[in-house]
Every structure is written in structure tokens, then in C-alpha cells.
């Protein structure tokens, strides 16, 4: 032991616990083993100091002949043990950390209370010399007026000591509880806190939490369900109904193909007959978007089948229209048309079908000719480094081929049915004309053919290689050293 230590203990050991704060501070949280380990070690010394000195925390302060080393000397060996109590605390917190993450923070939390506790206690008793016998007595006494005080808060803590047990939901899991729904952020002693998908904040108490009806919708991971429901005309054929929600749902990329969508009928009244679309998205951000993306095809491939949803401000029936002439109507490039001009160039569409994989449109043709999908899915295919992939999915209303009639441009995508598709043809003598004389058709197919362009150039460019810097740890690696 140094001499100035030696000559100084009781100083040295208020220094270290100075140094130990000032440590516990600056070391950031990112490095938590060194702070733990610093810690480990002042203790280590501090202790050394103590007992060399002959301040045992396990006996009664010495220097009873001096008063104020005595007091000196009795707080040191009480600072002992509940430097000793923290220590041990921080040690447990790092082991529980590592096995059971941020979930066993309570019981972490709890365990500390009771080393704690039982630190003070012991200074009492080896220190202090008091009676632990009475002071424990007195404060069993304590303990059950204020637990009778505290009842609901106690409540809280244990149940949420349950809630990390059993863990029904853990940090970051989208959950239900008794209808509120939210991603968890946070459970502390009392509550459990969920953000909304509003960006509001619900605190909801551990007590109310571990007796209330809890859906995890993150359990399994990776899988979120969604449901969609529509209500139709009682006088439309449900296997028509069926078979072109079917249609919506191949078209919807982002539905999980397993487990499969499905369409299901659930009520049928005098008013109308309703049918629920389900089915799984990968992550739960997706599901607000999928669900309206969902919903408006599900909208245009009814149109298709000449099935209308029902709503109240429909107050009369639409005229009876041709299949060219109604899909005009629901086109957005050309809904513009005037009437006399749909009823001509619907003359001039012929209707073509195509079988599930047949090819209507393959990559690097200059095509004479524009399609309109009448009904059905046609799957979008890219190449990138000689490997194909499905780059998007088209419904009814949308158009193939405006690259050759506007700048007699091949194709960069292959087009092929993915279900039975009918689609009309128009041919390009006819359509040139009609675009030269309508200049706001032509500018809205450009601007249709620019986004393509530029997506499917995004979807194909080559990501950079990064190069890998090379050292000597590399090079010893290499080598197997």
C-alpha cells in the first residue's frame, strides 16, 4: 500500500468515490463494459483502503476515542456497503441485459430495490449496532401501512412484473389492448406506453394491461393481417363478385403470398351483399397503404366485371354502354374524350384475350399499337444482370405500348398476363392523329412514359461496389493469422 495512502486513508477513500462518480459519468453509455469494469476496480480499492485501515464494514467504526473520525469512519464503512449494494446492481443489470434484453428491466429494477434494502440493513446491524430484530418489526409495520396506501400503484408494479414473466408483448411489438392500438415504447413500473398510429401517446396501467383482452400483431413477426370490406348490389352473381376481387388481390404486390388472401361473403341483406378481402403485409407500416391500394382495385376490377359498389349517391342508373365504350369512361387518360369522340374511338378498339402467362408485350419491341386492359392482371417484368423480376402489376384502365406510338421507342419491360386478361387494341394510324389534335391525351401519355422510364432505369441501374479498404489486420486474415 503507498505511503500517502497508508498516511491518508479515510481521505483516499472519499477521493475514490469522487473519482468513482466522476468516471460513472464520463464513460460513454456506449462502453458500458468499461464502465462496469472501472467500477469494478475502484470498489476493489476502495475496499483495500477501508480494511487496511482497519474500518471492517462488518464491525463497529473504530476510533470511538476520537469523535469526529469516528463519524468519519462510520460513514466510509455505511458508503461501503451501499457502494457495495450499487455495484453488485450494475453488475446484475448487465448480465440480466445480456440474456433477457430490455424486457427484464422491471425485475432488474426490483432485484436493486432488495439489495438495497438489504444493504441498509446491514449497515444498521454491523455498523450502527441497532436491534435489526425491532427495526424490522417496525418496519413490517411501515411496510403494510404504506402497501395499503400504495394498493393500486402495487398493483401496477406486479402486474407489469407479470407482463415481463410471461412477456405477451415486448419493446417495439404492435399490440391491442382492450381496443387500443399502438406500438410499444416503453413499460416502466407502472404502465405500459403505446404510440399510435395517430402519433399519439396512450398510457395504459400494468394493471389493466395484464387483466385486458391483448392482441400482439407482431407475433409472428413478419406477418401483419389486414381486411377490406365492400358491399355490392344483392342482384350481382357472387361468383362474378369473387372472381374479380380475386383479380384485386394477385394484382396488390405487397400481400404476402403466403399465408394466400382470400375472399370471403359475410352478410347479405335487401340492401346489399358484403364481402371481406383478408390477407398478410411484411411489415405494419405497410398496412394503411396496402388497404387503400387494395381497396381501389378491388373498385376498378368490379367496374370491369360490371359490378358497382353501392353507394348512396348513385340517383340513377347509368345507360347501358359497350365494353369499349364503358372502359373509355373509367380510362384516365382518356375519360377526357367528349362523348361523340369516345363513341368513334371506341369504334376503332378490338377486344384481344390472353391466357394466364401468355406474353402481350416482350421487352425491346417497337410496338405499332396501344392496349388498354379491359379485365384481369398483367405482370411487369425487368432484367437486371441477366436476372428477370416482377418490377409491378397492372389492373384495368391502364395502358401498354405508349413508348412506340409517342417516340417509336421499344420496350423496356416485359408484359405478360399474370390471369386471364381481356385488353383492346388500338392501332397507331388511328391513335397518332388523335393525340396531334388533343395535346392535353398526348402530354398526359408523355408524362405516363417518362415515369415508367425513370422507374424502371432506378429498378435496373447497378448499385456501386463499395471498395473494401484493405489494412493489416486484412492482410493477417488473409493469411490466417
Known sequence: ????????????????????????????????????????????V???????????????????????????????????????????????GAVMMQRVGHTGRLLQDLLGAVIFLIAIIAAMAY????????????????????????????????????????????????????????????????????????????????????????????RPADMFGLSVCLQVSPHARPQTVIEALERAMQGCRPLLAKPAPNVAFKTSSSGGVEYEISGFVPAMLLKREVRNQLYDLAFRHLQAAGVGLLSATESSTPLALSGARALLERSSIFSTLRQEEKDTFSQNMTLHSYRAGEMILPAG?????????????????????????????????EVIGEAGILSDEATLADFCAKTYCTLYR??????????????????????????RVHTAQTLTQEAPVVPVKKGFLQWLRKRGL
Open 1 to 44: 500500500m503507498p505511503s500517502f495512502i497508508a498516511d491518508h486513508p479515510m481521505l483516499c477513500a472519499l477521493a475514490l468515490i469522487f473519482i468513482d462518480i466522476g468516471v460513472w459519468r464520463l464513460i460513454s453509455a456506449d462502453l458500458a463494459n468499461w464502465k462496469l469494469a472501472a467500477r469494478l476496480v475502484i470498489f476493489a
Open 127 to 218: 455498523v450502527l449496532d441497532l436491534p435489526v430484530k425491532g427495526v424490522l418489526a417496525t418496519s413490517g409495520a411501515v411496510a403494510i401501512i404504506v402497501g395499503l396506501a400504495l394498493q393500486s400503484t402495487l398493483s401496477d408494479v406486479f402486474s407489469g412484473i407479470v407482463l415481463n414473466t410471461t412477456k405477451p408483448y415486448q419493446l417495439g411489438d404492435w399490440i391491442s389492448i382492450d381496443g387500443t392500438e399502438g406500438r410499444v415504447t416503453d413499460i416502466d413500473w407502472r404502465a405500459t406506453r403505446l404510440q399510435t398510429s395517430q402519433g399519439s401517446m396512450a398510457v395504459i396501467p400494468n394493471s389493466l394491461a395484464a387483466k385486458a383482452k391483448i392482441i400482439n400483431f407482431s
Open 365 to 397: 419491341e417497337v410496338s405499332d399499337h396501344l392496349f388498354i386492359v379491359e379485365t384481369g392482371v398483367v405482370s411487369v417484368m425487368l432484367n437486371k444482370s441477366g436476372h428477370a423480376f416482377e418490377a409491378g402489376r397492372m389492373g384495368p384502365g
Open 426 to 451: 388500338v392501332e397507331k394510324e388511328y391513335l397518332k392523329p388523335c393525340l396531334d389534335a388533343r395535346h392535353d391525351i398526348g402530354e398526359a401519355m408523355k408524362a405516363l412514359l417518362d415515369f
Open 46 to 92: 476502495f475496499s483495500a483502503v477501508l480494511f487496511n485501515d482497519g474500518m471492517n464494514p462488518m464491525l463497529v467504526a473504530p476510533y470511538a476515542d476520537n469523535t469526529a473520525l469516528h463519524l468519519a469512519a462510520t460513514a466510509l464503512q455505511i458508503g461501503w456497503w451501499l457502494f457495495a449494494a450499487r455495484t453488485l446492481t450494475v453488475l446484475l
